[in-house]
Every structure is written in structure tokens, then in C-alpha cells.
């Protein structure tokens, strides 16, 4: 494949997929947005090897991935603090990385964080389905997770990779502060449940995936029973199943939910959630949303 | 109507009758396409709410939509799609004791009326359909199947579907169709959009389905069980069942 404009996969980690910023727009036909879970890492990636934000990166899982190059390139890992190797000699994390034709990169375990975003110049340029490369795990869509042997095309360079030798990027901390802004069902649980999810600890359980973090912790007591009608969900969404602990739905959530939502992650929060790995200890801050100034019952409601 | 924030750049707006979300999405697409909802990304119909997500000034909305009366936007009518059935369901015989008829009558029944979208969710382009004569509405079963196949014309709650892909299931299974309901190469990639109006065709009917006279079938009662809506629910929303799909992660 050497000569090739593509990137052959010679190993997997326990999930990669091809992430890009997903193809919101068809929630009421039933198509979640999926796309990176963490953007941020995600965007940066591709700038830093000379791609537009939407161009196409590897989201690795844990384990990391291994690749060929067919040409000659620029890669950049970003997101969860990986070591990073070209032909097993050691690369920079975070940073532009020339890689010569028939090269292999191999990202390995994460140290700390979660997911890993690997970006190639160029882009990957598997087909769009409905305007996104993104693999969505709940319905299927787009490419299916990264298989040994795969050969993933690579689009033209547009652009030189970015002039810096390392980006700066956050820490992150032992324990994740998760910025949650009550409704739209907070009404349906008790005064109790917000203190619970203000005050307690939560722990990340390994049920988690790229369509929802499931957390383990006190239950959420309900005052209103009964089951809500469904309804639309966001990104970021806290929903609360019959056993009482919360989950958090990510980018490839259903579009539809039929269990209260007590609240919803400030969306600058929801890259922690993309990099808490099972066991992370999770708290959450509840904040009250701005009023609605225009707020309304009408007559009948 | 209730005007509920969700997040920093969503609203969710709930009505009092199911009509009235098919109305508020007619208005919201109107202000939309007149670039009047900055950043919007989705509009969301569910059974009684409407989510606008996306939004740059959710207050803004909000105030808009206070004085907003459902009589004012009558939602036009959307296309018509016919949907040919055969009868041949794995639960066919159970709906046809559920509804106390002969298991020929079941097809009769459940052709009988103009089905309209109200809202997708489950699966790329499974649409809820409305329009079922409540004496009809069914539970789900009460074990799901792990394997529903693509195309399997089902009921639950007060709800007809049909499946767009081989999935997990608990609607009762009536019959099934050829019709590719949601194809992501084709325009338009879903058949059924909210609002869209659907006829179920029975194709091993004989010609003289002129003859089927709805009235007659109304007549017979089906005594009103439990159509258990909440089971309805149950199937787009579980993460748990999502779960056994999954990989860690």
C-alpha cells in the first residue's frame, strides 16, 4: 500500500472509530448527531496538522490504535496523554509529527484520560452519510468501527500543518466537577434529589459508552411517578432510569427519551465527560438556569 | 403551553394536545427558513413537546412563543405514502384475540384509517404513527423480541410502526413490507416525516376491498385494555437496552 493516499489500521485498541463533528440536524427523523465526543481534542488535532475542524480524525478507546501511512505525512494525537511512537522510536503528543511514507504511528495505552483523537493531513475520507464521516454506535450509520486490515482513504492537504512544537492543552484533574443546569424535568424529583446531585460523589461505571456514561451512586428519589411522554433529549442530557442513578447521553444518545431528564452538562463540561474513564469520580455543581423571562401558562394549560 | 429551558441553548415547549406539536413545528420551520431562530440546529416533535435546540437566544424564543396560539398555524397537510402489508405477522393471531375479530379482519382494521407521523425516535426513520381508533390500541408484549425484522409492520400503545432495520422489539408484529423506510443514499433519506400522512395497503387482498365497510369493522369492539402508553415508551429510550450492543467505552 506504500505510495497509497491512505492509512492502513494494523491495530485496533478496543474501540476506534472515525469521529468527525457529526451530523446533527435529523434528530426528528431519529438520527442521533454523534461525531467526537471530545471536540475540543478533536479540532485540535486537525489544526495541528493543517486540517479544517471538520476534517475526519481516528477516536481511539483506552488502548490506542496502531497505523501504516501510504504516503508521507503529518499525524497529530491529542485528547487522552498517550505515548506516541513513529517506527517505535518516541514522537510528540500533541504536536504536529512528520511521518515518513510507509511509517508506522502507533498510539499507545492512555495514561491519562480516556480517548485519544488521531488526525492525518488530509483528513480521513471515508463516504459522508447525511454529511458526517462519523461511526454512530446506536443506529449504525457511518463506518463501522476501525478492524485490523482496514485501509481508510486520506483526503488532499489543504493546508501546512500548524507552526508550534507543542500545543497547550488542560489537565485533567483527579476528580471531574460536572456544571449541571437543572430541567427540563427537574420538577419531577425531590428538593432531596438536587441536594443528592449537588453533594454526593458519583463513580463513572464501566456500562459506559459513546452513547451514554452511566453513573454508579445514590439514586435520584422521584416526587412525580409514572412515566413522561416522549420527548426530544440534548447532548449532555442528565436522565434518570427507573433504578434512580443518573446517566449522561453523549453524542451518539437516542434522539427520543422517555425518562425525566433533571438536568443538562454546560456544554464546556461535556469534553471531561468524553475523557472519564470507568471508576473516575464524578460531582456534579447544579446550577440554576436563567429565567425565562416570558415564561407562560396559557389558559388550558 | 409551557416553555422549559434545556441547557444553555435549548427550549423544550410543551402543549396540551398531541395536534398542537404538528402546528408549533409548521410555525417553527416558518420562522426558521426566514432566518428568524438563529443557530438552530433541531426542531424535535415528541408526543406532547416540541424541542428547539441550538438555539443562540433561547429567551428570545421563549418571548416569541408566548403569545403563540396553536389555531394560528394550521399544519399543512404533509405527502401521502402508501405502504404495501402483507399479513403475515409473527403476533397476528395474539391481536386478533386481543381484538376479539377473525385474524382475516385484522389487515381490514388496521388499514382502515389515515395514519399521520407524529414524531420519529427508536431508530433512524421509525416514525410513531397516530390515527389508530383508541378501541384498537394494544400493550406491547410483555417479553420483547432480541430480533425484530426490517420492515415488520407492528402496534403498541396507541401507536403503529414499522421497523426500519433488523432491531430488539416489543410491539406486536401484524405483518410486513418491502418498503425501504429510511436509506441514507436515497433523498429523502426517510419515508416518514413528521407530519407525513401513511395508508397501509393490504397486498393479498382480494380486488373487491371496495366491499370492506369501515363502519363494520369499527362496530366490533375490542374492550378497551390497558393500551399501556407506557410501554410505549419504553421502546426508544432505554440505554440499558442500547447497553447490549455495546462496547466498553
Known amino acids: 500500500m506504500t505510495g497509497e493516499r491512505c492509512v492502513e489500521v494494523l491495530r485496533s485498541g478496543v474501540l476506534s472509530t472515525v469521529q468527525d463533528l457529526g451530523r446533527p440536524g435529523h434528530a426528528h427523523l431519529g438520527v442521533p448527531r454523534s461525531g467526537a465526543l471530545d471536540l475540543p481534542a478533536h479540532r485540535l488535532a486537525n489544526r495541528l496538522v493543517g486540517n479544517p475542524p471538520g476534517a475526519a480524525t481516528i477516536e481511539t478507546t483506552v488502548t490506542g490504535v496502531s497505523v501504516r501511512l501510504g504516503r508521507a505525512g503529518t499525524v497529530a494525537v491529542t485528547g487522552a496523554w498517550a505515548p506516541v511512537t513513529v517506527d517505535g522510536r518516541p514522537a510528540s503528543w500533541s504536536a504536529p509529527v512528520s511521518v515518513p511514507a510507509g511509517a508506522r504511528v502507533d498510539v499507545a495505552t492512555a495514561r491519562r484520560g480516556l480517548r485519544s483523537y488521531l488526525a492525518f493531513s488530509g483528513g480521513i475520507a471515508v463516504?459522508?452519510?447525511?454529511?458526517?464521516?462519523?461511526?454512530?454506535?446506536?443506529?449504525?450509520?457511518?463506518?463501522?468501527?476501525?478492524?485490523?486490515?482496514?485501509?481508510?482513504?486520506?483526503?488532499?492537504?489543504?493546508?501546512?500543518?500548524?507552526?508550534?512544537?507543542?500545543?497547550?492543552?488542560g489537565t485533567l484533574a483527579e476528580e471531574v466537577t460536572l456544571r449541571v443546569l437543572l430541567g427540563p424535568r427537574a420538577d419531577w424529583f425531590t428538593d432531596d434529589a438536587v441536594r443528592i446531585l449537588d453533594r454526593e460523589s458519583y463513580r463513572v461505571s464501566t456500562l459506559s459508552n459513546r452513547i451514554g456514561v452511566r453513573l454508579e451512586g445514590p439514586a435520584l428519589p422521584r416526587r412525580i411517578g409514572g412515566e413522561l411522554r416522549s420527548e426530544g433529549v440534548v447532548l449532555g442530557a442528565v436522565q434518570v432510569p427507573a433504578a434512580g442513578t443518573p446517566v449522561i447521553f453523549l453524542a451518539d444518545h437516542p434522539?427520543?427519551?422517555?425518562?425525566?431528564?433533571?438536568?443538562?452538562?454546560?456544554?464546556?463540561?461535556?469534553?471531561?465527560?468524553?475523557?472519564?474513564?470507568?471508576?473516575?469520580?464524578?460531582?456534579?455543581?447544579?446550577?440554576?438556569?436563567?429565567?425565562?423571562?416570558?415564561?407562560?401558562?396559557?389558559?388550558?394549560? | 403551553m409551557r416553555i422549559i429551558p434545556v441547557g444553555l441553548r435549548a427550549l423544550l415547549v410543551e402543549v396540551t394536545e398531541p395536534a398542537h406539536t404538528a402546528a408549533l413545528v409548521a410555525q417553527l420551520h416558518g420562522w426558521r427558513d426566514r432566518g428568524e431562530l438563529v443557530g438552530v440546529e433541531e426542531v424535535v416533535p415528541g408526543e406532547l413537546t416540541v424541542l428547539v435546540d441550538g438555539l443562540d437566544d433561547p429567551a428570545e424564543l421563549a418571548g416569541r412563543l408566548a403569545g403563540w396560539q396553536p389555531g394560528a398555524a394550521r399544519p399543512p397537510d404533509g405527502p401521502l405514502v402508501e405502504v404495501p402489508v402483507r399479513y403475515d405477522g409473527a403476533d397476528l393471531a395474539e391481536v386478533a384475540r386481543l381484538w376479539d375479530v377473525a385474524?382475516?379482519?385484522?389487515?381490514?382494521?388496521?388499514?382502515?384509517?389515515?395514519?399521520r407521523v407524529a414524531f420519529c425516535g427508536f431508530a433512524p426513520g421509525f416514525g410513531y404513527l397516530t390515527g389508530l381508533p383508541e378501541r384498537y390500541h394494544l400493550p406491547r408484549r410483555a417479553v420483547p423480541r432480541t430480533r425484530v425484522p426490517a420492515g415488520s409492520v407492528a402496534l403498541a400503545g396507541g401507536y403503529a410502526g414499522i421497523y426500519p432495520r433488523d432491531s430488539p422489539g416489543g410491539w406486536q408484529l401484524l405483518g410486513s413490507t418491502d418498503l425501504v423506510l429510511f436509506d441514507p443514499d436515497r433523498d429523502p433519506v426517510a419515508l416518514l416525516t413528521p407530519g407525513t400522512r401513511v395508508r397501509f395497503r393490504n397486498v393479498d387482498a382480494n380486488l373487491d376491498a371496495?366491499?370492506?365497510?369501515?363502519?363494520?369493522?369499527?362496530?366490533?369492539?375490542?374492550?378497551?385494555?390497558?393500551?399501556?402508553?407506557?410501554?410505549?415508551?419504553?421502546?426508544?429510550?432505554?440505554?440499558?437496552?442500547?447497553?447490549?450492543?455495546?462496547?466498553?467505552?
Do not use: C, W
Open chain 1, 127 to 169: 463516504p459522508a452519510v447525511l454529511g458526517s464521516r462519523s461511526t454512530d454506535l446506536l443506529s449504525g450509520l457511518g463506518p463501522a468501527p476501525l478492524a485490523v486490515g482496514d485501509r481508510l482513504p486520506l483526503g488532499e492537504v489543504l493546508g501546512p500543518p500548524a507552526p508550534v512544537d507543542v500545543a497547550p492543552t
Open chain 1, 255 to 301: 434522539t427520543m427519551g422517555g425518562y425525566p431528564v433533571i438536568g443538562v452538562l454546560h456544554p464546556a463540561d461535556l469534553p471531561l465527560v468524553a475523557q472519564a474513564a470507568p471508576g473516575k469520580p464524578i460531582r456534579f455543581q447544579v446550577v440554576e438556569p436563567r429565567p425565562l423571562r416570558s415564561q407562560v401558562l396559557s389558559p388550558g394549560s
Open chain 2, 103 to 115: 385474524e382475516e379482519e385484522v389487515g381490514r382494521i388496521h388499514g382502515a384509517p389515515e395514519y
Open chain 2, 210 to 249: 371496495e366491499n370492506v365497510d369501515v363502519r363494520d369493522v369499527d362496530r366490533r369492539d375490542a374492550d378497551v385494555r390497558d393500551v399501556g402508553r407506557r410501554d410505549a415508551d419504553r421502546q426508544d429510550v432505554d440505554v440499558r437496552d442500547v447497553d447490549r450492543r455495546d462496547v466498553a467505552g
